[in-house]
């Protein structure tokens, strides 16, 4: 029994009966980032597998796992590495089982799709010499190489796509999880840790994927992929050698559909790790800021009389987030209180429309050109007509007049400009009205807008004289 052996048909149908056997020694080469096993391990994990199978099953694995019957049987290499045996996968059956279980397969690097494109263009050159003749061998086995090389590019990158995409999303909901997690609040270097796996995987694999895949990118070394591509189908359509052409732009078009969903990711990662970080820093600018109040407060606690307030004034500099805090503009308020001073300035307002609204078979119409002025300067026909309108027009208690006539005028006075009638309105009303009523002019400034004009005035108040006053 000793000398016999199987095949290997039959000891790959012995691999994958037991494929979890495989799978760890793999996963094992691939943590220590290495291409070969070292005997004593597959031995391990040989026994192993025949501790947990069928007692008649256990001379079948013994055999298809010998080291002579796999070295045999052409899956795998042995060599010896400071005195230990150790064995190398061969490269179609590592690629078969990474394929098997998904957790195994390897993302594309920098270095590998270096390789790769290497790989294209030494193809590329091959084809090329060989002056693409096709009863030529060289030409023949070239273009065979490029078929099972571009093949072989787009099943990774798709594939790699695939894997990328769903450990990404994986990736992001751990991290979204553990932080939203409400009994169990996530440490920060811990979330540092995890925002830094899959920075690496951006950096390391999202990237190289990227650049490999971008037809604008410049390499020093010579052609990207699209130009060394794109070169040789020209090549091949000008010597009539369309299959290869044709395959050629396939291989394009499938490669820059793969070009925008890679960008995605890039940008989702991107998007998530700058929220993140976000994060972070506006926790460490509270936790900073906490501490100095802290310290801030323990002052107070002595038995110092004088220190029963917190000195801020540091504290203010140094966070920067309330310099300035008072000199902000806020929302202005509408000054509409449920008091007796509100109700009747409201309803004064009121009266003082209404009675507009009587007079309206005497509302003005003012002259539409004010440009054609006198020598002084004054259109006098304007505003004689203006005055005879408020010379009989009520004026009620207000705490704007300005705004408060402009209203008005603007309501009722045909031909009205609010920039040279309301001046002159309230020329007159300061003037010929002041017996009336109390006008108080205050340091408080007010901006009116009207037509894309702007009129920046003081407040004026207006207040009825009492009878006894007026009798004085």
């Not at 190289?208 to 020093?220: D, G, H, I, Y």
């Amino acid at each position: 029994m000793s000398s016999k052996r199987f095949g290997t048909i039959e000891t790959i149908q012995v691999i994958f009966q037991y494929p979890d056997t495989f799978f760890d020694l793999i996963q094992a080469m691939d943590e220590r980032n290495e291409l070969s096993v070292p005997e004593h391990e597959l031995l391990y994990r040989v026994e192993r597998a025949m501790s947990s199978a069928p007692t008649k099953e256990r001379k079948r694995i013994h055999l298809a796992f010998r080291t002579a019957n796999l070295a045999g049987s052409g899956l795998m290499s042995i060599d010896k590495k400071a005195g230990i045996p150790h064995f190398y996968f061969d490269d179609s059956l590592l690629q078969l089982l990474r394929i098997c279980d998904r957790s195994l397969r390897q993302d594309l690097t920098n270095a590998k799709l270096k390789a790769r494109l290497s790989s294209l263009r030494e193809l590329k050159r091959q084809i090329i010499d060989s002056n693409l003749h096709s009863g030529s061998p060289d030409f023949l086995e070239a273009c065979q190489a490029m078929s099972g090389e571009l093949n072989s590019v787009i099943r990774l990158i798709h594939g790699n796509v695939r894997d990328l995409e769903m450990d990404v999303s994986k990736r992001m909901e751990d991290i979204s999880g553990a932080i939203a997690m409400s009994n169990e609040r996530i440490s920060i270097t811990r979330h540092y840790e995890l925002l830094g796996e899959i920075t690496t995987i951006h950096q390391r694999h999202i990237l190289p994927t990227l650049e490999f895949l971008n037809p604008s990118m410049k390499l020093k070394d010579g052609e990207n992929l699209h130009e060394a591509l794109e070169g040789l189908g020209e090549a091949c359509r000008a010597h009539s050698h369309f299959d290869m052409a044709d395959q050629i732009d396939r291989s394009l078009i499938s490669l820059n559909e793969t070009y925008k969903p890679i960008q995605a990711i890039a940008k989702r990662v991107q998007d998530f790790v700058a929220k993140n970080q976000r994060s972070l820093r506006q926790h460490n600018a509270m936790e900073s800021a906490f501490e100095d109040l802290r310290d801030l407060f323990t002052e107070t606690q002595t038995s110092h009389l004088n220190r029963i307030q917190m000195k801020g004034d540091g504290f203010v500099e140094k966070t920067g987030f309330m310099a300035g805090l008072i000199s902000r503009s806020y929302p202005s308020v509408l000054e509409l209180h449920d008091n007796v001073s509100t109700l009747r300035l409201f309803r004064s307002d009121l009266e003082a429309r209404l009675e507009d609204a009587v007079r309206v078979d005497v509302v003005p119409q003012l002259p539409t050109s004010i440009a054609e002025r006198t020598k002084n300067g004054l259109n006098i026909e304007r505003s004689e007509i203006l005055y005879n309108w408020l010379r009989d027009m009520p004026l009620p208690e207000t705490r704007d007049l300005v705004s408060h006539i402009h209203e008005r005028l603007s309501t009722f006075v045909g031909g009205y400009d609010s920039m040279v009638d309301l001046m002159d309105a309230l020329s007159y009303i300061m003037s010929h009205r002041r017996k009336e009523v109390s006008i108080k002019t205050t340091n408080r400034f007010k901006t009116l807008e009207d037509g894309g004009q702007h009129l920046i005035y003081r407040l004026r108040k207006v207040t009825p004289i009492q009878k006894e006053e007026i009798n004085d």
